[in-house]
Nanobody
Framework: QVQLVESGGGLVHPGGSLRLSCAASGFTSDHYAIGWFRQAPGKEREGVAC????????DYAHSVKGRFAISRDSGKNTFYLSMNSQKAEDTAVYYC???????????????????WGQGTQVSVWS
């Protein structure tokens, strides 16, 4: 059974940085896609950044390009979301999710992701 455990959320001032971690386990395949998603109160869940463990291809939401970076440590089976130059609109619960049906990034849409972590809160405020 796939398990995804996020950590690293917290409170940050505008312009600051945070790094989220997602510890992944229980996969039966060596290749899959991992995505970071977020959901703010009253808003739909949106894809932030996704990465393929097959070709390391990535995809980012337009709103975070140049500020956020997704990466992975294959030895630890851990995935990261480095968030820089944070803005108030980045405030949300951030989720890590796995696409178990395809190893390539398919547009970083929540519709493609099957397994989800419990989420971690990120709050950006002054």
């Amino acid at each position: 059974q796939v398990q995804l455990v996020e950590s690293g959320g917290g409170l940050v001032h505008p312009g600051g940085s945070l790094r989220l971690s997602c510890a992944a386990s229980g996969f039966t395949s060596d290749h899959y896609a991992i995505g970071w998603f977020r959901q703010a109160p009253g808003k739909e869940r949106e894809g932030v950044a996704c990465i393929s463990t097959l070709d390391d291809g990535t995809d980012y939401a337009h709103s975070v390009k140049g500020r956020f970076a997704i990466s992975r440590d294959s030895g630890k089976n851990t995935f990261y979301l480095s968030m820089n130059s944070q803005k108030a609109e980045d405030t949300a619960v951030y989720y890590c999710a796995a696409d178990l049906r395809d190893s390539l990034v398919r547009g970083c849409s929540a519709d493609y992701y099957d397994a989800w972590g419990q989420g971690t809160q990120v709050s950006v405020w002054s």
